[in-house]
C-alpha cells in the first residue's frame, strides 16, 4: 500500500462518515505489513508520543510482520486506533 493510496481512503472514508453523519465511519487505523510500513517515505508517519504511537494524519498506524494492509474505520476498530484524532489534512 503506498502513501497515496492511504491518502485515498482516508479520505474514502471522511466523505463516506460525512455523507451518512456517522463518525463510526471515520478512519480509525491504518495496519500495515513491516514491509509496507518501510517502504513509506521517510518522515510521512511520526510518533506523536509513546501513549498516542505511530500516526500518520491524525491516524494510528499499527504495524507488524503478520497484519494485512488496510484502512479501518471505528465501527471494525475494536479501539485499537484510540485515541481517535481529527483526520489532518494531506500534506502538499
Do not use: W
Request: proline share 4%; hydrophobic share 40%; glycine share 6%.
Amino acid at each position: 500500500m503506498t502513501l497515496d493510496d492511504i491518502d485515498n481512503l482516508l479520505d474514502l472514508m471522511a466523505k463516506e462518515a460525512a455523507d451518512k453523519g456517522d463518525d463510526a465511519f471515520l478512519p480509525a487505523a491504518i495496519s500495515m505489513s513491516t514491509d509496507s510500513y518501510f517502504r513509506l517515505p521517510l518522515g510521512a508517519a511520526r510518533c506523536t508520543n509513546i501513549i498516542h504511537g505511530i500516526r500518520y494524519r491524525g491516524v494510528q498506524i499499527l504495524v507488524a510482520r503478520a497484519r494485512e494492509d488496510k484502512v479501518i474505520n471505528r465501527a471494525e476498530d475494536d479501539g485499537r486506533g484510540e485515541p481517535y484524532f481529527e483526520l489532518e489534512p494531506k500534506a502538499s
